[in-house]
């Protein structure tokens, strides 16, 4: 009788979820690691620019004061968000919580699709609730000028709990001769500007312009560019006709004059520059899309949907898009490097955000003239922040379209 052991093993079928087609770009997309070093600092600044006004500011978390009443202690810091500061944290927890709940069910095997509709919905809710709370605790609309780092010198204040950069973007140090264009030392880790500010706070707070611009003008672009691609590569006929050559007459504006035009009537405003990249970005968004949507309402699959009577906008919304969306994020990534690259542009000229807001441009030219006056150590942080994000963003980009080439996912 032969023995048990002798038998070939009998292997299990795996009861694993297959990994989805994203998830195989994705793993693709980030096998060399010069990829990931750059998508690992594309995030990192994503990151400080949700959480900079936690991290540099001159306002403490905490601090002791002296009253009428004795001691009383105070939070300046969190009571000194703005409305925007708020929303932003609360959009950044959403999108955590999304990209969180998504990967559980990648890793928790066999999770159903309903539990993870709840999830993102309790993540949504969550991040509502607390941030409303937040909102109507702390929030105020008064503006506090206190100087703390004085009141601590006075002894009317005392256990301070300073950010890590306890500077913020518009603040000054004492005009002395010393404090003005001061080389990097302990007290300012990068250094000071001509008016007596710390460059590394306005570094990290000029991190949230350059991603802010960049990725609601792209939001912008893309929810243009997806309903006109959309539409005129699913109708076809009169559509497709009109649509391309509203294409056209858009892609004809040049931006950054139209830009300039509205800084010269109306001023200089951040929203209006996302509005502006997003309105005259789209186009390309929506020519990639028509194509996808032309050659797929042709497939089976698709007319088996219309013969079922399904309603239009889940055809072309649930079943179409998710199929023809892959070469239009590849192309976001590149028109987010675009849109860093016009801002900072603007900026440099003197005629982008409005200061005292930093930007990386307005950064380098307040470095000076290298013909006559230049620092160069305030000209260095910002050049190579920029030239970094939009390398990275190209980069990734490169990295992207080469992994959803459907003969190099293995």
Same mark, same amino acid.
């Given at each position: 009788m032969?023995?048990l052991?002798a ?7 795996s009861?694993?979820?297959?990994a989805?087609? !994203?998830?195989?770009a ?10 990931k070093?750059f998508?690992?600092y594309i ?6 620019s949700l959480?900079?006004?936690?991290l540099?500011?001159?306002k ?5 004061i002296h009253?009428?009443n ?7 810091l ?9 929303l932003?944290?609360?959009?950044g ?5 999304i990209?969180v709940?998504?990967?559980?069910t ?7 699709r309903?539990?993870l509709?709840?999830?993102?919905a ?6 509502g609730i607390l941030g409303g ?5 702390l929030?105020h609309?008064?503006?506090?000028g206190t ?5 601590i010198?006075?002894?009317?204040a ?6 890590p950069i306890?500077?913020?973007?518009a603040?000054m140090?004492p005009?002395?001769?010393n404090?003005?264009n001061?080389?990097?030392s302990w007290h300012h !880790?990068l250094?000071t500007?001509r008016?007596?500010?710390?460059v590394l706070?306005?570094?990290?707070w000029?991190s949230r ?6 990725f609601?003008s ?7 560019g ?12 009169i559509?497709d ?10 892609e004809?504006?040049p931006?950054?004059?139209l830009?300039l035009?509205f ?5 200089r ?12 970005g !789209?186009t390309g ?14 497939l089976?699959?698709?007319v ?20 023809g969306?892959?070469?239009?994020l ?7 490097a675009?849109a860093?690259t016009i ?8 005629i982008?955000?409005r200061?005292?807001?930093?930007? !990386? ?8 003239n290298?013909?006559?006056v230049f620092?160069w ?14 390398l990275?963003?190209n980069?990734?980009?490169?990295a ?10 293995s």
């Amino acid at each position: 009788m032969t023995e048990l052991s002798a038998h070939p093993a009998i292997e299990t079928p795996s009861t694993a979820p297959p990994a989805s087609y !994203w998830t195989l770009a994705i793993r693709k997309m980030l096998r060399p690691w010069l990829v990931k070093i750059f998508a690992a600092y594309i995030a990192a600044v994503l990151l400080i620019s949700l959480t900079v006004p936690l991290l540099a500011s001159g306002k403490p978390y905490a601090i002791d004061i002296h009253t009428g009443n004795g001691w009383v202690t105070r939070y300046p810091l969190f009571a000194d968000l703005t409305t925007r500061d708020y929303l932003t944290f609360i959009a950044g927890a959403v999108i955590i919580g999304i990209v969180v709940a998504w990967r559980l069910t990648r890793v928790v095997e066999m999770m159903r699709r309903r539990s993870l509709r709840l999830g993102i919905a309790g993540v949504l809710i969550g991040a509502g609730i607390l941030g409303g709370s937040a909102l109507a605790i702390l929030h105020h609309n008064r503006f506090d000028g206190t100087d703390y780092r004085a009141l601590i010198k006075s002894g009317m204040a005392k256990n301070a709990i300073f950010a890590p950069i306890p500077w913020g973007y518009a603040e000054m140090e004492p005009l002395s001769k010393n404090a003005i264009n001061e080389l990097p030392s302990w007290h300012h !880790w990068l250094g000071t500007d001509r008016s007596g500010r710390d460059v590394l706070a306005r570094m990290l707070w000029a991190s949230r312009v350059a991603m802010g611009i960049g990725f609601v003008s792209q939001a912008i672009a893309l929810s243009l560019g997806i309903i006109v691609g959309a539409m005129m590569g699913y109708f076809g006929g009169i559509f497709d006709l009109l649509g391309m050559r509203l294409v056209e007459m858009v892609e004809a504006i040049p931006t950054f004059f139209l830009i300039l035009t509205f800084i010269a009537i109306f001023g200089r405003s951040i929203l209006m520059i996302m509005v502006i990249l997003g309105v005259t970005g !789209w186009t390309g968004y929506a020519r990639f899309l028509r194509a996808e949507f032309l050659r797929i309402r042709q497939l089976d699959y698709i007319v088996a949907a219309r013969a079922t009577g399904m309603p239009l906008w889940r055809i072309m919304f649930r079943h179409m898009l998710p199929n023809g969306l892959t070469p239009v994020l590849v192309s976001a990534s590149f028109g987010l490097a675009g849109a860093v690259t016009i801002e900072s542009s603007l900026s440099y000229l003197g005629i982008g955000v409005r200061p005292p807001t930093p930007s !990386w441009g307005g950064m380098l030219n307040a470095a000076g003239n290298p013909a006559t006056v230049f620092h160069w150590f305030e000209a260095l942080p910002p050049g190579l922040a920029l030239f970094l994000i939009v390398l990275a963003f190209n980069i990734v980009g490169e990295a992207l379209r080469d992994a959803i080439d459907p003969k190099s996912l293995s």
